[in-house]
């Protein structure tokens, strides 16, 4: 996997625990493409962690993410010039690494003699299903850590009906209107078309001319896939046809006990709430501090129409304590989900990262979401389509938006009391997706499929 935020170190993390429970032997390979710090991640001791950097060189992480924040802030169409750079820069940053590995005999040797008997990739790029072309493990899963990925439904075979299954990067949901069921068409068109000369294209190449002039094509390779398992949930999840092999297990190694007992500093300012606390952080990956000035602004004032709240914010920068207000309070670091299933917690909001939309739903909370990039305007969709989530599109973000939206999830019961019944529904659901991810990788060892 490859080190590029704490939300996919923390699903893979997951993943190879719940391996542990089942006595498996487990390998956490984990793979630095740029100079990022590492993730401030607990793994079990019992896990093998093997770490390789593969630094591509000019790039240099700060300066790729302070670019990215000026971008996803923005409303800017993918055939933006500045979009197609900062896809350019991304299939450079993932042939690049994937180079560095093919490159490593001594990386490939170990995997080699290590002899494993399933394989799990990732989802990001092909390299990973290259690697394991090399070292000759038939049994191998392709991980998803959100929602089936486009091209990995497209090579399994799983119809894409873009009437009522939207691409993953549209802000929509599955009831489109006629406008919308067009721009789904021709997403999927242009998605088949430009897709598999990007990435795969030029990883292939690299494993043609380090490994093998006749090394297969990896985007037909990939077809071979004999399991695929997805970060997602049917009980939540978009309705869309779906094939035998492809398992979902939406939610795996997230508690429902509880929330355990918070700091003290913590503590406080949940005591002085009188309705109730909001959480707000983007995640791991998007920096707040990059926020337009704007956007901070309009924030803080909406936030000051609500005294009766207390809002808790993850937010690493030092430039909001002259203009927040007193019921607003920051933190480089929270803990997120003992604070979501606080009692006294109201909602959540979240830039709609599906990592975020399942802690909501995980915690039982109402979710407000702001979607800046990726699949998150699609995310958002979802939560506002299942009733427990309001969104608000970053193009019209202003003071009386936010507190419109903030009055209807706050105010609104409905959205609480539809989080609450899709939590209870997962936590009760009759097949944990702990026992999925266990029983169908002993099966796929065994039988090699």
Wanted: glycine residues 6%.
């Amino acid at each position: 996997m490859l080190e590029v935020s704490n939300s996919q170190v923390i699903f893979n993390k997951r993943v190879a625990e719940t391996l542990l429970q089942g006595n498996h032997s487990v390998t956490l390979i984990m793979v630095r493409p740029y100079d990022k710090k590492k993730p401030k991640v607990d793994i079990d001791p019992r896990i093998t962690v093997k770490h390789v950097d593969a630094l591509v060189e000019g790039i240099k992480a700060d300066d790729w993410e302070k670019e990215q924040a000026k971008m996803i802030y923005q409303d800017i169409p993918m055939w933006d010039s500045r979009q197609r750079n900062m896809m350019k820069k991304m299939s450079m940053a993932m042939t690049g690494y994937c180079e560095k590995l093919v490159q490593n005999k001594e990386f490939l040797k170990w995997m080699a003699d290590e002899k494993f008997d399933v394989v799990y990739t990732h989802m990001y790029d092909f390299c990973g299903i290259g690697l394991n072309h090399v070292i000759g493990v038939k049994a191998w899963v392709w991980l998803n850590s959100g929602q089936m990925m486009d091209w990995v439904a497209d090579q399994m075979g799983v119809p894409i009906i873009p009437s009522y299954v939207p691409p993953m990067l549209m802000e929509s949901h599955s009831a489109m209107n006629f406008y919308e069921r067009t721009k789904s068409f021709i997403g999927l068109w242009l998605f088949r078309a430009i897709f598999p000369r990007m990435v795969p294209a030029s990883e292939t190449e690299v494993f043609r001319k380090h490994i093998s002039p006749d090394f297969p094509d990896l985007y037909e390779l990939s077809k071979q896939c004999p399991l695929v398992m997805v970060n997602s949930n049917e009980l939540y999840e978009m309705a869309r046809p779906t094939l035998h092999k492809i398992v979902n297990i939406g939610g795996l190694g997230m508690r429902f006990e509880d929330a355990k007992p918070l700091e003290k500093n913590f503590q406080t300012i949940v005591d002085s709430a009188k309705k109730g606390v909001v959480v707000f952080t983007f995640g791991s990956v998007t920096r707040m501090e990059l926020m337009p000035e704007d956007w901070k602004a309009s924030m803080m004032a909406a936030f000051a129409q609500f005294p009766d709240y207390q809002f808790i914010l993850r937010y690493e920068g030092e430039d909001l304590e002259q203009i927040r207000p007193k019921n607003v309070h920051l933190s480089k670091w929270l803990p997120q989900s003992d604070l979501l299933k606080h009692p006294k917690t109201r909602g959540f909001i979240s830039h709609g990262g599906y990592n975020s939309v399942q802690e909501a739903l995980n915690s039982g909370q109402p979710i407000m979401t702001i979607p800046l990039f990726g699949d998150q305007p699609r995310n958002a969709k979802m939560a506002q389509q299942l009733g427990f989530g309001v969104n608000v599109r970053k193009t019209g973000l202003c003071t009386e938006t936010v507190v419109a939206a903030l009055k209807e999830m706050l105010e609104n019961e409905k959205y609480n009391n539809v989080a609450k019944r899709i939590s209870g529904m997962v936590k009760k659901k009759p097949i944990k997706p702990e026992e999925l991810l266990l029983k169908w990788t002993t099966f796929l060892a065994e039988f090699k499929i």
